[in-house]
């Protein structure tokens, strides 16, 4: 009797412990929500939002090398809302499971709703505890984020690992994009001294055919997502683009360049000579002058020889020193044309409001109520200086020995 | 008062987890933007000050725990009294820290759990400890320490290879003026953590060598109050002030900022270990001195016939306290400290320093006369 009252207590105690079960949810059960695209809404909602659900099954299989894998890896679904709560609840109507966040790495915004704001779909995205705030946003440039969101890929089965990784290949290797996280962005939005930017993406060739197996069961997939330009946000809005360039000036001033090539016309021949800066550090230090913020924007870089098409004598060090005096008049004209547009949309993308805050307080309290116009109209000073490092396994071009 | 000796190393383990406790998730000035970090050193500096007060309280009755001496120098009843609202006030903490882990977890992970599950899950192992002894929490508390900083260096770490500290965050330094610095660090930092020493009033007693108290809580709260700053500091440079102000639980967005390799990443369980170990160190700590008191104030022979009973109380209070967790927060942040924290953590202590010191005196004098 004793025993068997204390083996109940003892299972009276372990009750409360299954209370850890509670939030129990089935992976069945779980729809996993790759990516999210937001469009301005075509009905009467706000927002119609995409939802690219994982197809468990079909990737698996593919992964194997199996023979199943019947059907795309992923599948889309619309709801429309006035807030992405709404949308998301509305969605389930349709979806079979219940949508699980955890795992979205990617939130494209149609330009329409970009070009309205974008202020609206924040919160929902950093308040909620599945949502990750290193989610990476984009903008689909002309485009409504239904059609990138809905097109198929080879090379990466699940279509929002296309994105994340040609953002970061083309960061890298081109530098004329950058991979903004919603902190980033929020980052940008609510500091009074510096608005963000989002990365552009354009999709190339027909929606319809992008979004059958079409597309990657040939070697010229005929929709193609690509990365494209820098949207500048100014208080949540979109105010204009920055293409080519000026992106890439905007990002050398950013101090996120990681590597770019610089060409030059050399004897005459477009483009003769490439280079490819691949260190680079910018400071940029801003103070008052005369009664204007002034901008003293100092960038360092070190390059490759990466191609010489003409004869060149990269052995001789006064040739070099005209090589790197040309990288960093480049590197100067596209910084120069950069501040100039983005002066045109008065948005401080490059956080000069937030330097004079830090190093000037004061002054600071002062400006920072006109900050739009002072950024606008500041005036700059841009120094640089780039130094050659080695011109890969060959020295002269064989071009010289064509000379001969 | 239970036959429990702990020994120093003991001791300072258990002054290190309960004063980072669940500050470093839940307390940070964060009204001082970029110069939060100031009011924590301050605090700590000013906690350390206060401390004192308790150590000389302590060199005067070296046996006994804060509720037994309140009678002898203030008087039988009135120290009773007193006793006796030092009780509640332990009790009332043990909830708050209960409740600050139950809506932590609520709001990240169990987000479907209700709140009393989680808490008393929290409560049932703490009943258990307290069962066990103190000597067993301070036991429990040595095995955890060794686990806490493992995870904060491994953490401060990773945070650093991920490239996520940006040290300008941190500029314009003291853009706030002293007296916004001072006030937070007043009703703040100072009591919330360092001020909660009180507690320890009650456990010095058990301490088996009483000469290094003194050495033992100092560096104890001075190396935590390092901890918190470097938190803190962590915290503002990864997340951004903005980020930082917005954050109820700034450490959880920092932790799962980590992104290494592609490989390392979503370390939010970090986190979540930690809020178990310091949810249960600081509840256990507070309730035990809740029930010690509550033993010596009502002379049971055995304390643990009332450790179930406390322990309900603490659950259901922290169910009670609030009825969501912006009330909770509200009244731990502007209720509390001045009307809990500020007479029970200073006021009195001090006053009974100041009464012991003089019948002290008194005492001595006529010992000298006759």
Same mark, same amino acid.
């Given at each position: 009797?004793?025993?068997?009252?204390?083996?109940?207590?003892?299972?009276?105690?372990?009750?409360?412990?299954?209370?850890?079960?509670?939030?129990?949810?089935?992976?069945?059960? #779980? $729809?996993?929500?790759?990516?999210?695209?937001?469009?301005?809404?075509?009905?009467?909602?706000?927002?119609?939002?995409?939802?690219?659900?994982?197809?468990? $099954?079909?990737?698996?299989?593919?992964? !194997?090398?199996?023979?199943?894998?019947?059907?795309?890896?992923?599948?889309?679904?619309?709801?429309?809302?006035?807030?992405?709560?709404?949308?998301?609840?509305? $969605?389930?109507?349709?979806?079979?499971?219940?949508?699980?966040?955890?795992?979205?790495?990617?939130?494209?915004?149609?330009?329409?709703?970009?070009?309205?704001?974008? #202020?609206?779909? @924040?919160?929902?995205?950093?308040?909620?505890?599945?949502?990750?705030?290193?989610?990476?946003?984009?903008?689909? &440039?002309?485009?409504?984020?239904?059609?990138?969101?809905?097109?198929?890929?080879?090379?990466?089965?699940?279509?929002?690992?296309?994105?994340? &990784?040609?953002?970061?290949?083309?960061?890298?290797?081109?530098?004329?994009?950058?991979?903004?996280?919603?902190?980033?962005? #929020?980052?940008?939005?609510?500091?009074?001294?510096?608005?963000?930017?989002?990365?552009?993406?354009?999709?190339?060739?027909?929606?319809?055919?992008?979004?059958?197996?079409?597309?990657? !069961?040939?070697? &010229?997939?005929?929709?193609?997502?690509?990365?494209?330009?820098?949207?500048?946000?100014?208080?949540?809005? @979109?105010?204009?683009?920055?293409?080519?360039?000026?992106?890439?000036?905007?990002?050398?001033?950013?101090?996120?360049?990681?590597?770019?090539?610089?060409?030059?016309?050399?004897?005459?021949?477009?483009?003769?000579?490439?280079?490819?800066?691949?260190?680079?550090?910018?400071?940029?230090?801003?103070?008052?002058?005369?009664?204007?913020?002034?901008?003293?924007?100092?960038?360092?870089?070190?390059?490759?020889?990466?191609?010489?098409?003409?004869?060149?004598?990269?052995?001789?060090?006064?040739?070099?020193?005209? @090589?790197?005096?040309?990288?960093?008049?480049?590197?100067?004209?596209?910084?120069?044309?950069?501040?100039?547009?983005?002066?045109?949309?008065?948005?401080?993308?490059?956080?000069?409001?937030?330097?004079?805050?830090?190093?000037?307080?004061?002054?600071?309290?002062?400006?920072?109520?006109?900050?739009?116009?002072?950024?606008?109209?500041?005036?700059?000073?841009?120094?640089?200086?780039?130094?050659?490092?080695?011109?890969?396994?060959?020295?002269?071009?064989?071009?010289?020995?064509?000379?001969? | 008062?239970?036959?429990?000796?702990?020994?120093?190393?003991?001791?300072?383990?258990?002054?290190?987890?309960?004063?980072?406790?669940?500050?470093?998730?839940?307390?940070?000035?964060?009204?001082?933007?970029?110069?939060?970090?100031?009011?924590? *050193?301050?605090?700590?500096?000013?906690?350390?000050?206060?401390?004192?007060?308790?150590? +000389?309280?302590?060199?005067?009755?070296?046996?006994?725990?804060?509720?037994?001496?309140?009678?002898?120098?203030?008087?039988?009843?009135?120290?009773?009294?007193?006793?006796?609202?030092?009780?509640?006030?332990?009790?009332?903490?043990?909830?708050?820290?209960? +409740?600050?882990?139950?809506?932590?977890?609520?709001?990240?992970?169990?987000?479907?759990?209700?709140?009393?599950?989680?808490?008393?899950?929290?409560?049932?192992?703490?009943?258990?400890?307290?069962?066990?002894?103190?000597?067993?929490?301070? +036991?429990?508390?040595?095995?955890?320490?060794?686990?806490?900083?493992?995870?904060?260096?491994?953490?401060?770490?990773?945070?650093?290879?991920?490239?996520?500290?940006? *040290?300008?965050?941190?500029?314009?330094?003291?853009?706030?003026?002293?007296?916004?610095?001072?006030?937070?660090?007043?009703?703040?930092?100072?009591?919330?953590?360092?001020?909660?020493?009180?507690?320890?009033?009650?456990?010095?007693?058990?301490?088996?060598?009483?000469?290094?108290?003194?050495?033992?809580?100092?560096?104890?709260?001075?190396?935590?109050?390092?901890?918190?700053?470097?938190?803190?500091?962590?915290?503002?440079?990864?997340?951004?002030?903005?980020?930082?102000?917005?954050?109820?639980?700034?450490?959880?967005?920092?932790?799962?900022?980590?992104?290494?390799?592609?490989?390392?990443?979503?370390?939010?369980?970090?986190?979540?270990?930690?809020?178990?170990?310091?949810?249960?160190?600081?509840?256990?700590?507070?309730?035990?001195?809740?029930?010690?008191?509550?033993?010596?104030?009502?002379?049971?022979?055995?304390? +643990?016939?009332?450790?179930?009973?406390?322990?309900?109380?603490?659950?259901?209070?922290?169910?009670?306290?609030?009825?969501?967790?912006?009330?909770?927060?509200?009244?731990?942040?502007?209720?509390?400290?001045?009307?809990?924290?500020?007479?029970?953590?200073?006021?009195?202590?001090?006053?009974?320093?100041?009464?012991?010191?003089?019948?002290?005196?008194?005492?001595?004098?006529?010992?000298?006369?006759?």
């Amino acid at each position: 009797m004793n025993s068997f009252i204390r083996i109940f207590m003892l299972l009276i105690i372990v009750i409360p412990l299954l209370g850890g079960c509670w939030n129990q949810r089935e992976l069945t059960d #779980l $729809a996993f929500v790759m990516a999210l695209g937001i469009d301005k809404g075509t009905g009467n909602e706000k927002y119609d939002v995409t939802f690219q659900v994982v197809v468990p $099954a079909n990737v698996a299989s593919s992964q !194997n090398g199996g023979s199943g894998g019947q059907g795309p890896p992923v599948v889309v679904y619309k709801s429309s809302g006035n807030n992405l709560t709404e949308a998301s609840r509305r $969605a389930t109507k349709k979806i079979p499971r219940e949508l699980y966040y955890s795992h979205t790495s990617i939130v494209v915004i149609g330009e329409d709703l970009a070009r309205e704001g974008i #202020l609206g779909v @924040l919160d929902a995205l950093d308040r909620d505890p599945e949502f990750r705030t290193t989610t990476v946003v984009i903008i689909a &440039k002309d485009r409504k984020a239904e059609d990138l969101i809905s097109v198929i890929t080879n090379l990466d089965k699940l279509p929002m690992n296309r994105f994340i &990784k040609t953002l970061e290949a083309t960061e890298a290797m081109l530098g004329e994009n950058i991979k903004v996280t919603i902190d980033d962005l #929020l980052q940008g939005i609510t500091s009074s001294g510096k608005e963000p930017v989002i990365s552009g993406f354009i999709m190339e060739g027909s929606t319809e055919k992008g979004t059958s197996p079409q597309n990657i !069961n040939t070697t &010229k997939p005929p929709a193609m997502i690509t990365a494209d330009g820098l949207a500048v946000i100014r208080k949540g809005k @979109l105010a204009g683009w920055l293409d080519y360039n000026n992106a890439r000036g905007a990002v050398w001033l950013m101090n996120k360049m990681q590597g770019t090539d610089i060409d030059f016309n050399w004897n005459g021949i477009k483009d003769a000579v490439s280079t490819t800066p691949f260190l680079s550090n910018t400071k940029v230090a801003v103070s008052i002058k005369n009664g204007k913020p002034f901008a003293n924007i100092n960038i360092e870089t070190a390059f490759k020889l990466s191609e010489i098409n003409t004869d060149f004598d990269n052995e001789d060090p006064k040739k070099i020193e005209v @090589l790197e005096n040309r990288v960093s008049a480049q590197i100067k004209s596209e910084v120069e044309s950069a501040i100039k547009q983005v002066q045109e949309y008065k948005a401080d993308i490059f956080g000069f409001g937030e330097n004079i805050h830090r190093n000037h307080p004061k002054i600071w309290g002062e400006i920072k109520h006109d900050w739009g116009n002072q950024f606008a109209n500041m005036d700059y000073q841009i120094n640089v200086k780039s130094y050659y490092r080695e011109s890969g396994l060959r020295g002269k071009p064989f071009w010289s020995d064509l000379k001969k | 008062m239970e036959k429990a000796k702990i020994s120093a190393k003991q001791l300072f383990v258990l002054v290190v987890l309960f004063e980072m406790g669940s500050a470093i998730l839940v307390g940070f000035p964060l009204n001082l933007k970029q110069d939060a970090w100031v009011a924590v *050193l301050l605090g700590m500096a000013m906690g350390v000050g206060l401390f004192f007060v308790y150590y +000389r309280l302590f060199l005067y009755f070296p046996d006994l725990p804060l509720t037994s001496y309140l009678e002898k120098i203030i008087g039988k009843w009135p120290g009773r009294i007193m006793a006796y609202f030092y009780i509640l006030y332990f009790a009332y903490l043990a909830a708050r820290v209960l +409740r600050d882990f139950g809506e932590l977890l609520t709001s990240t992970i169990y987000t479907h759990t209700p709140l009393f599950f989680l808490m008393s899950l929290m409560i049932i192992t703490n009943a258990y400890a307290i069962q066990k002894g103190f000597e067993v929490i301070a +036991r429990v508390g040595e095995l955890f320490f060794v686990v806490v900083y493992l995870m904060a260096i491994g953490g401060f770490f990773l945070i650093i290879f991920s490239g996520l500290i940006h *040290l300008e965050n941190l500029k314009p330094v003291l853009e706030s003026d002293w007296i916004q610095i001072l006030k937070t660090t007043f009703k703040g930092t100072l009591t919330f953590p360092f001020g909660e020493m009180v507690v320890f009033t009650m456990l010095l007693p058990y301490l088996n060598q009483a000469k290094k108290a003194k050495l033992v809580c100092i560096s104890g709260m001075i190396l935590s109050g390092i901890n918190f700053t470097i938190a803190t500091i962590i915290n503002i440079t990864t997340l951004g002030i903005d980020l930082f102000m917005r954050s109820p639980y700034p450490l959880l967005s920092t932790i799962s900022r980590i992104q290494l390799f592609n490989f390392i990443e979503r370390l939010d369980v970090l986190f979540m270990i930690y809020l178990m170990i310091a949810g249960f160190i600081k509840v256990a700590i507070f309730y035990y001195a809740a029930v010690a008191g509550t033993a010596s104030l009502f002379q049971f022979k055995d304390y +643990r016939t009332i450790s179930l009973p406390i322990g309900i109380l603490i659950l259901l209070t922290a169910l009670m306290i609030a009825s969501n967790y912006t009330e909770h927060i509200r009244e731990g942040l502007d209720i509390v400290p001045i009307y809990l924290h500020w007479p029970l953590q200073i006021i009195v202590p001090c006053l009974l320093l100041v009464i012991a010191f003089f019948r002290n005196r008194r005492k001595q004098s006529k010992e000298a006369a006759s």
